[in-house]
């Protein structure tokens, strides 16, 4: 079992910036990937961006250059530092780790980005 707590979340306006923390019940080099989810209103679910255990991340192409994929294995911790967000960028987040082929998911966190 792994339990995840995401804090961060918020409103902001167009063009500026938050950051994502997630925080894991156990270390995170021993899930084989730790990621960022979002769901918008009457959308699925969709891939924000992961790392992996070897620190390979992957992202959406509607976020590269402006969201960043971080970790923090003291702190068993994930980060999404999000830029440049657009109104389009408003959503739930979840993270999401991936462990021996099961996923577990925090409880989401509102990001709300406004015009």
């Known amino acids: 079992q792994v339990q995840l707590v995401e804090s961060g979340g918020g409103l902001v306006q167009a063009g500026g910036s938050l950051r994502l923390s997630c925080t894991a019940s156990?270390?995170?080099?021993?899930?084989?990937?730790m990621g960022w989810y979002r769901q918008a209103p009457g959308k699925q679910r969709e891939l924000v961006a992961q790392?992996?255990?070897?620190?390979?991340?992957n992202y959406a192409d509607s976020v590269k250059g402006r969201f960043t994929i971080s970790r923090d294995g003291a702190e068993r911790s994930v980060y999404l530092q999000m830029s440049s967000l657009k109104p389009e960028d408003t959503a739930v987040y979840y993270c999401?780790?991936?462990?021996?082929?099961?996923?577990?998911w925090g409880q989401g966190t509102q990001v709300t980005v406004s015009s």
């Open positions: 156990l270390s995170i080099f021993s899930v084989n990937a």
């Open positions: 790392i992996t255990s070897a620190g390979s991340t």
């Open positions: 999401n780790a991936v462990r021996s082929y099961l996923d577990y």
